[in-house]
């Protein structure tokens, strides 16, 4: 395929140079030979090549701020700007974490607010920032809820019960904190099955719960029906309820797990709270406890070690260690970039306009669902949360897969759902749009998805040969992502990809 400009390497001319430098002032000295590298054939260009070379690569690049990006399960909504204007304060950014708790108290305080503002949403006594991601949260709820085991001597329980619904992160968190899944199934309307957990939490594995994670509203968008009868029958089990907090942009306002009666949560504050996303980090996977399991909250945590002495004046914060903390989990003291942005977040929308979030996340989802139902399949089609699932099995079209409608998409100019999750729904496509997109926008996807049916049955090479406006084609991805290519001068000729 060919390129619309030609490479860098191409327009590469001997002496052409892209930086003047200024005079000497030391005595210059020969580069040893083991740094020069002939080999690497390094492109002479100037400098105006240079930083067009390097827009028009990043005008390949898909992002938020260029199009809808209904990616379900990952929330991918609009970070304000002034999030990343607050991060970048040079009160916040010049900081050093081995800075005394003296010099950094503004800092504390924003991370101390933050704690009690997560606190506050979700009905949990404590918050801690420490984990460094989602994944991150998961794994310090589990150890916490194996050490509050092991603290009483209760040394049997080692089982966590998973739905067949759950994020991957789920089951391969219980396994790196040394415990083993129960994995449960799923009823006719996408409800954890109440029988199959009553005969668990019932039967001989009874003394070996440890507890539960589930993800509320589900990973199918729906929120759990029996969900107090679960938390209830775990309780009585003997096990604590761990809630996956990745789907919290659907509660805010409306339901706070705590209350519900869980015992340990963790947030997404990319998902939620309109941190960054994606690129490898770095992210924020605080967790929230009850009174229960405050105690083992990792460490360093924040708070009040001398209150003010007027109400005018702020009290001295200092990081202190839980009782018994289940330790550091990362070096020092969290994302801290994270905690700004988040905070700067809650800040602007207040409490009432957190709950204006969450209702127009899941008014969103509602209304794109209302409008392809008579399209496209819906598995469990009732009211949903924040997003739902489609079964993409087109009638009249059985060559077709969820893969081919996604790639057909991209010549629409929008990002592809997520593909292939939940895994128990056959060639599901989960459906996102959070709640920062315009009906307008809604309407594109919903007009291009539409279109897109009706191409699967009167023109399916359309689809199944799709992209056709990308700078490259359908790829292998199985190979791209084993076989990396790093360097693109050797393969490079004329332009083509070959």
């Not at 399960?73 to 009160?91: F, L």
């Not at 920032?129 to 194996?146: C, N």
């Not at 790093?486 to 070959?498: D, H, N, Q, R, S």
């Amino acid at each position: 395929m060919k390129y619309n400009e030609p490479l860098i390497y191409e327009i590469s001319s001997p002496g052409r140079i892209g930086v003047n430098l200024p005079v000497c002032d030391v005595p210059e000295s020969e580069l040893p030979a083991d740094l020069i590298r002939d080999e690497l054939g390094l492109p002479e260009v100037g400098e105006l090549q240079v930083v067009r070379h390097f827009v028009k690569l990043s005008q390949l690049n898909y992002a938020i701020d260029k199009g809808f990006y209904p990616l379900g399960s990952c929330t991918m909504k609009y970070n304000p700007k002034i999030n990343e204007d607050v991060a970048r304060y040079t009160g916040f950014a010049g900081l050093h974490p081995m800075n005394d708790e003296d010099s950094i108290q503004g800092a504390l305080h924003v991370m101390y607010t933050l704690q009690n503002w997560l606190a506050e949403v979700s009905g949990f006594d404590a918050v801690s920032l420490h984990p460094a991601a989602g994944a991150h949260g998961e794994f310090a709820g589990i150890l916490m809820i194996r050490k509050y085991h092991l603290d009483r001597g209760d040394v049997s329980r080692t089982k966590i019960l998973v739905p067949n619904s759950a994020h991957g992160t789920n089951p391969a968190t219980v396994t790196m904190a040394g415990m083993t899944v129960i994995e449960l199934p799923s009823d006719h309307n996408g409800d954890v099955d109440l029988e199959a957990l009553r005969a668990v939490c019932e039967g001989p594995e009874r003394e070996h719960i440890a507890g539960m994670m589930i993800t509320v509203p589900s990973t199918l968008g729906l929120f759990e029906r029996g969900i107090l009868k679960i938390i209830d029958m775990v309780h009585q089990a003997g096990g604590l309820m761990y809630m996956d907090g990745a789907n919290m942009n659907a509660l805010m306002g409306i339901v706070k797990p705590g209350e519900l009666g869980f015992d340990v949560m963790h947030y997404n504050l990319h998902k939620t709270f309109s941190t960054p996303h994606g690129g490898g980090g770095p992210g924020c996977g605080a967790v929230g406890v009850n009174s229960k399991l405050k105690p083992f909250l990792p460490m360093p945590w924040v708070d009040i070690v001398e209150p003010a002495d007027h109400e005018d004046e702020y009290p001295l914060y200092g990081f202190v260690k839980p009782e018994k903390t289940i330790g550091r989990l990362k070096a020092f003291h969290g994302n801290f970039g994270m905690h700004t942005r988040a905070y700067a977040y809650i800040r602007a929308y207040g409490g009432e306009g957190l709950f204006e979030v969450s209702k127009h996340a899941v008014l969103n989802a509602n209304y794109v669902r209302s409008q392809l139902k008579d399209t496209y399949k819906i598995p469990y089609n009732r009211a949903c949360g924040h997003e739902f699932v489609i079964e993409a099995h087109l009638d009249g079209a059985e060559s077709i897969h969820a893969l081919d409608i996604s790639k057909r998409l991209m010549d629409y100019g929008i990002h592809p759902p997520t593909n292939y999750f939940p895994l128990i729904v056959p060639e599901a496509l989960l459906i996102e749009p959070t709640e920062t997109e315009t009906k307008e926008t809604l309407d594109e996807f919903i007009d291009a998805m539409k279109q897109i049916a009706r191409e699967a049955k009167e023109n399916p090479s359309l689809l199944t040969s799709a992209p056709h406006t990308m700078p490259v084609k359908r790829l292998d991805e199985v190979r791209a992502a084993k076989q990396l290519v790093l360097c693109c001068a050797p393969i490079m000729k004329g332009g083509t990809v070959e």
